[in-house]
Protein backbone atom coordinates (compact mmCIF):
# COMPACT_ATOMS: atom_id res chain seq x y z
CA UNK A 1 0.00 0.00 0.00
CA UNK A 2 1.20 3.51 -0.74
CA UNK A 3 2.55 4.93 2.43
CA UNK A 4 1.18 8.13 2.43
CA UNK A 5 -2.22 7.17 1.54
CA UNK A 6 -1.62 5.13 4.55
CA UNK A 7 -0.84 8.23 6.68
CA UNK A 8 -3.56 10.02 5.21
CA UNK A 9 -5.97 7.56 6.12
CA UNK A 10 -4.91 7.11 9.75
CA UNK A 11 -4.84 10.96 10.27
CA UNK A 12 -8.10 11.01 9.28
CA UNK A 13 -9.44 7.63 11.10
CA UNK A 14 -7.78 8.72 14.51
CA UNK A 15 -8.88 12.58 14.51
CA UNK A 16 -4.91 13.58 14.91
CA UNK A 17 -5.86 17.14 14.65
CA UNK A 18 -8.50 16.82 17.57
CA UNK A 19 -5.86 16.87 20.40
CA UNK A 20 -3.68 20.14 20.51
CA UNK A 21 -2.70 19.61 23.73
CA UNK A 22 -1.08 15.84 23.26
CA UNK A 23 2.89 17.10 23.79
CA UNK A 24 3.47 13.93 21.39
CA UNK A 25 4.12 14.58 17.66
CA UNK A 26 1.29 12.71 16.63
CA UNK A 27 1.37 11.25 13.14
CA UNK A 28 4.72 9.95 10.57
CA UNK A 29 7.46 10.91 12.94
CA UNK A 30 10.33 9.14 10.78
CA UNK A 31 9.85 8.87 6.73
CA UNK A 32 10.61 5.14 5.41
CA UNK A 33 9.95 3.12 2.39
CA UNK A 34 7.17 4.50 0.27
CA UNK A 35 5.13 1.19 -0.55
CA UNK A 36 3.93 -0.61 2.88
CA UNK A 37 3.97 -4.45 2.91
CA UNK A 38 3.98 -5.36 6.16
CA UNK A 39 3.01 -3.46 9.66
CA UNK A 40 4.39 -3.40 13.46
CA UNK A 41 2.56 -2.63 16.48
CA UNK A 42 4.45 -1.87 19.47
CA UNK A 43 3.66 0.34 22.91
CA UNK A 44 6.95 2.17 22.73
CA UNK A 45 9.28 3.70 20.42
CA UNK A 46 12.95 2.20 21.75
CA UNK A 47 15.86 0.76 19.95
CA UNK A 48 15.02 -2.93 21.11
CA UNK A 49 11.59 -2.29 19.10
CA UNK A 50 13.40 -0.76 16.59
CA UNK A 51 15.48 -3.63 15.99
CA UNK A 52 12.62 -6.32 16.06
CA UNK A 53 11.12 -4.49 13.74
CA UNK A 54 14.01 -5.07 11.58
CA UNK A 55 14.51 -8.59 12.20
CA UNK A 56 10.82 -8.88 11.22
CA UNK A 57 10.97 -6.79 8.02
CA UNK A 58 8.44 -4.29 8.95
CA UNK A 59 8.29 -1.26 6.89
CA UNK A 60 5.62 0.69 8.89
CA UNK A 61 5.52 0.44 12.71
CA UNK A 62 2.71 1.82 14.53
CA UNK A 63 3.59 3.01 18.42
CA UNK A 64 1.76 4.68 21.09
CA UNK A 65 4.60 6.42 22.38
CA UNK A 66 6.75 8.07 19.79
CA UNK A 67 10.24 9.93 19.89
CA UNK A 68 8.98 13.15 20.26
CA UNK A 69 7.77 15.17 23.17
CA UNK A 70 7.79 18.86 22.66
CA UNK A 71 11.21 19.73 23.02
CA UNK A 72 14.37 19.08 20.54
CA UNK A 73 17.10 16.70 21.61
CA UNK A 74 20.46 16.21 20.02
CA UNK A 75 20.24 13.02 18.06
CA UNK A 76 23.35 11.41 20.04
CA UNK A 77 23.87 8.74 21.97
CA UNK A 78 20.84 6.39 22.10
CA UNK A 79 18.61 8.76 20.06
CA UNK A 80 21.21 8.64 16.99
CA UNK A 81 21.22 4.65 16.94
CA UNK A 82 17.31 4.17 17.36
CA UNK A 83 17.31 6.31 13.82
CA UNK A 84 19.92 4.51 12.48
CA UNK A 85 17.65 1.29 12.61
CA UNK A 86 14.88 3.22 11.23
CA UNK A 87 16.80 4.51 8.25
CA UNK A 88 18.40 1.03 8.09
CA UNK A 89 15.20 -0.72 7.40
CA UNK A 90 13.78 2.56 5.67
CA UNK A 91 10.92 1.85 8.53
CA UNK A 92 8.16 4.49 8.88
CA UNK A 93 7.39 5.56 12.12
CA UNK A 94 3.78 6.58 12.91
CA UNK A 95 2.58 7.33 16.72
CA UNK A 96 -0.71 7.62 18.11
CA UNK A 97 -0.79 8.70 21.77
CA UNK A 98 -3.84 10.34 22.91
CA UNK A 99 -5.75 9.72 19.60
CA UNK A 100 -5.06 6.11 20.54
CA UNK A 101 -6.46 6.51 23.94
CA UNK A 102 -9.60 7.51 23.13
CA UNK A 103 -10.68 6.33 20.00
CA UNK A 104 -14.04 4.65 20.10
CA UNK A 105 -13.20 2.06 18.44
CA UNK A 106 -9.51 0.72 18.33
CA UNK A 107 -8.47 3.16 21.70
CA UNK A 108 -6.88 1.48 24.53
CA UNK A 109 -9.70 2.77 26.95
CA UNK A 110 -12.60 1.62 24.77
CA UNK A 111 -11.26 -2.07 23.71
CA UNK A 112 -10.18 -2.67 27.53
CA UNK A 113 -13.23 -2.10 28.52
CA UNK A 114 -14.89 -4.04 26.12
CA UNK A 115 -12.93 -7.52 27.38
CA UNK A 116 -13.70 -6.27 30.26
CA UNK A 117 -17.37 -6.68 29.48
CA UNK A 118 -18.44 -3.19 30.38
CA UNK A 119 -21.89 -1.67 28.98
CA UNK A 120 -22.95 1.68 28.05
CA UNK A 121 -19.89 2.83 27.39
CA UNK A 122 -19.04 6.71 26.93
CA UNK A 123 -15.80 9.01 27.33
CA UNK A 124 -14.05 10.37 30.13
CA UNK A 125 -11.52 12.73 29.56
CA UNK A 126 -9.61 10.36 27.31
CA UNK A 127 -10.60 6.54 28.72
CA UNK A 128 -14.14 5.48 29.13
CA UNK A 129 -16.80 5.46 31.57
CA UNK A 130 -19.16 2.29 31.78
CA UNK A 131 -21.26 -0.52 33.73
CA UNK A 132 -20.88 -4.01 34.39
CA UNK A 133 -24.40 -5.62 33.54
CA UNK A 134 -24.72 -6.17 37.79
CA UNK A 135 -22.73 -5.71 40.65
CA UNK A 136 -19.57 -7.61 40.65
CA UNK A 137 -16.95 -8.69 43.08
CA UNK A 138 -13.54 -6.18 43.20
CA UNK A 139 -11.68 -9.50 43.22
CA UNK A 140 -13.59 -10.55 40.11
CA UNK A 141 -12.11 -7.75 38.27
CA UNK A 142 -8.80 -8.00 39.17
CA UNK A 143 -8.56 -11.34 38.67
CA UNK A 144 -10.03 -10.87 34.82
CA UNK A 145 -7.48 -7.77 34.50
CA UNK A 146 -4.84 -10.14 34.96
CA UNK A 147 -5.89 -12.74 32.76
CA UNK A 148 -6.51 -10.06 29.96
CA UNK A 149 -2.90 -8.13 30.68
CA UNK A 150 -0.82 -10.96 31.81
CA UNK A 151 0.01 -9.30 34.64
CA UNK A 152 -1.14 -9.29 38.38
CA UNK A 153 -2.71 -6.12 39.29
CA UNK A 154 -2.16 -3.92 42.38
CA UNK A 155 -6.09 -3.35 44.30
CA UNK A 156 -6.24 -0.16 46.30
CA UNK A 157 -9.79 -1.09 47.97
CA UNK A 158 -10.92 2.21 49.44
CA UNK A 159 -14.33 1.06 48.29
CA UNK A 160 -17.52 -1.51 48.48
CA UNK A 161 -16.91 -4.99 47.73
CA UNK A 162 -19.41 -4.72 44.77
CA UNK A 163 -18.79 -2.88 41.61
CA UNK A 164 -20.88 -1.39 38.79
CA UNK A 165 -19.82 2.06 37.52
CA UNK A 166 -16.27 2.26 36.20
CA UNK A 167 -13.65 4.57 35.13
CA UNK A 168 -10.87 3.53 32.56
CA UNK A 169 -7.85 5.31 31.56
CA UNK A 170 -4.79 3.42 30.49
CA UNK A 171 -1.53 4.11 30.90
CA UNK A 172 -0.27 7.12 33.29
CA UNK A 173 -3.38 8.29 34.98
CA UNK A 174 -3.44 8.27 38.55
CA UNK A 175 -3.67 11.77 38.91
CA UNK A 176 -7.70 11.37 37.85
CA UNK A 177 -7.91 9.74 41.55
CA UNK A 178 -8.57 13.20 43.19
CA UNK A 179 -11.91 13.59 41.22
CA UNK A 180 -13.12 10.04 39.70
CA UNK A 181 -16.75 9.51 40.90
CA UNK A 182 -17.13 5.72 40.35
CA UNK A 183 -17.45 2.78 42.06
CA UNK A 184 -13.56 1.70 40.59
CA UNK A 185 -11.30 3.61 38.86
CA UNK A 186 -9.21 1.44 36.53
CA UNK A 187 -5.64 3.17 34.84
CA UNK A 188 -2.07 1.49 34.77
CA UNK A 189 0.87 2.62 36.65
CA UNK A 190 0.49 3.62 40.51
CA UNK A 191 1.45 7.52 42.20
CA UNK A 192 2.48 7.67 46.04
CA UNK A 193 0.80 11.16 46.25
CA UNK A 194 -2.72 9.45 45.42
CA UNK A 195 -2.42 6.57 48.09
CA UNK A 196 -4.82 8.23 51.10
CA UNK A 197 -6.59 10.28 48.41
CA UNK A 198 -7.88 6.77 47.36
CA UNK A 199 -8.85 5.66 50.64
CA UNK A 200 -10.73 8.94 52.00
CA UNK A 201 -12.57 9.71 48.90
CA UNK A 202 -13.62 5.68 49.68
CA UNK A 203 -12.32 5.04 45.95
CA UNK A 204 -11.50 1.44 44.46
CA UNK A 205 -8.92 1.68 41.91
CA UNK A 206 -6.46 -1.08 39.90
CA UNK A 207 -3.39 -0.22 38.72
CA UNK A 208 -3.03 -2.40 36.05
CA UNK A 209 0.23 -1.47 34.63
CA UNK A 210 0.89 1.18 32.39
CA UNK A 211 2.54 -1.31 29.38
CA UNK A 212 0.45 -3.33 29.95
CA UNK A 213 -2.93 -1.39 29.83
CA UNK A 214 -1.83 0.51 26.68
CA UNK A 215 -0.93 -3.04 24.51
CA UNK A 216 -4.49 -2.96 23.19
CA UNK A 217 -4.78 -0.18 21.20
CA UNK A 218 -1.85 -0.31 18.67
CA UNK A 219 -3.46 -4.23 18.26
CA UNK A 220 -6.20 -3.14 17.66
CA UNK A 221 -5.18 -0.46 15.39
CA UNK A 222 -3.06 -2.78 13.53
CA UNK A 223 -6.05 -5.57 12.93
CA UNK A 224 -8.09 -2.70 11.75
CA UNK A 225 -5.32 -1.91 9.10
CA UNK A 226 -5.28 -5.76 8.21
CA UNK A 227 -8.99 -6.08 7.78
CA UNK A 228 -9.72 -2.66 5.79
CA UNK A 229 -6.16 -2.80 3.73
CA UNK A 230 -5.34 -6.52 3.74
CA UNK A 231 -1.88 -5.56 5.26
CA UNK A 232 -0.18 -8.42 7.40
CA UNK A 233 0.94 -7.20 10.83
CA UNK A 234 3.22 -8.34 13.99
CA UNK A 235 2.73 -6.94 17.53
CA UNK A 236 6.93 -6.19 18.85
CA UNK A 237 6.41 -7.20 22.58
CA UNK A 238 8.71 -5.26 25.06
CA UNK A 239 7.09 -5.36 28.43
CA UNK A 240 8.38 -2.88 30.96
CA UNK A 241 7.03 -4.21 33.75
CA UNK A 242 6.01 -1.20 34.87
Do not use: C
Request: cysteine-free; hydrophobic content about 45%.
Amino acid sequence: MDRDALVQYLNAYLRIGDFPQDPSLNGLQVEGKGEVSKVGAAVDAAEAIFQKALEEGVDFLLVHHGLFWGKPFPIVGHHRRRLRLLFQGEINLYAAHLPLDAHPEVGNNFVLARALGLTELKPYDVGVEGRFPKPTPLVEVADLLGRLTGMQPLVHQGGKDLVERVVVVSGGAANLVARVEADLFITGEPKHSVFHETFERGLNVIYAGHYDTEVFGVKALAEHLRERFGLPWVFLDHPTGL
